[in-house]
């Protein structure tokens, strides 16, 4: 009997590198991207790939650490670790903020799966259930998977008008 989450463990392994139904999963994305294209803006207000991705991440890292029982973690919403400049994500590098993801990645997998599904009804901060955390995580990803497919599909427009 599957449980709810190895349910929700599975729609992790699925966004980041399966065959998620509305298309392409998160590294499949990012395939798509080389390394020079992740880090422009191809119209004002709209974030990098690089930044879409150190966004993502900073979501993620807020699951993991309420999973280990850090309940003091938080990212502040719009503030430099929710979105990093693009400065200091060139600094950084592509090649270690996707290393970044892929461990993030078997993390999350990993605590998710030393729990039940007691965790999912549990509050992580004193109100909210684990269960509205992991879901809502994983919808975030998704929802920034279509932005960077947005920024990407730009991205390449300009490139072929640049050629014409």
Partial sequence: MKTMLSHLIEQFQCIYNGSPWYGDSLLQKLEKADAEAVFATPAPGLHSVAQ??????????????????????????????????QAELQVKGWDAILAEL??????????????????????YDGKRTFR????????HDIYHIGQIGLVLTLINEEKLSQKV
Avoid: C, Y
Avoid at 63 to 79: H, M, P, T
Avoid at 114 to 119: H, Q
Avoid at 132 to 139: A, D, F, R, S
């Fill in 52 to 85: 879409q991705v150190a966004h993502i991440l900073a979501w993620r890292r807020v699951l993991a650490e309420r999973l280990k029982g850090n309940a003091d973690f938080q990212v502040k919403i719009n503030s430099a670790s929710d979105w990093p400049s």
């Fill in 102 to 123: 892929t461990e993030n990645q078997q993390e999350i997998t990993q605590l998710l799966s030393a729990e039940t599904d007691d965790l999912l009804d549990r509050l």
């Fill in 132 to 139: 509205m955390l992991i879901e809502g995580v994983l919808q």
